[in-house]
């Protein structure tokens, strides 16, 4: 089992590669929307955001306002950690129960282009 400061280093290394991705891809994909991240194993939950600028900060503190994140991810600390290092396939985690994503289809869809 990972640690809560191995998880946020896989955040903060997942908000890295996203700014790999071309600024065209993001502009044609990105809406900005909040997002939890739970990491089920660890009981914790980092809380960020999705926008034209990047992925995160992500932090275990709730956002201020209390509103519900738009995009909820549950997550296993190890896979985590293998799924931003490209150990572990996003398609087939999500397929094979390891990563539960709670999104809209439109939301699922774009993200879907991006990972």
């Known amino acids: 089992m990972a640690t809560i400061d191995e998880c946020r280093a896989a955040l903060r290394k997942l908000g890295e590669q996203f ?3 071309a600024p065209e891809d993001r502009a044609k994909h990105v ?3 909040t997002i939890s991240c739970r990491i ?3 009981d914790v939950t980092f809380h ?3 926008h034209h600028g990047g992925l995160g ?3 275990d503190a709730p956002p201020a306002d209390g509103a519900s994140p738009a995009v909820k991810l549950t997550i296993g600390s190890d896979d985590l950690v293998a799924l931003v290092n490209g150990e572990l396939d996003m398609g087939r985690a999500v397929f094979g129960g390891r990563v539960k994503i709670d999104a809209s289809f439109g939301d699922l869809m774009r993200l879907r282009k991006l990972l």
């Open 31 to 33: 809406v900005e929307r």
């Open 57 to 59: 900060p992500f932090d």
């Open 48 to 50: 960020g955001r999705i």
């Open 40 to 42: 089920s194993d660890l």
């Open 19 to 21: 700014d790999e991705i």
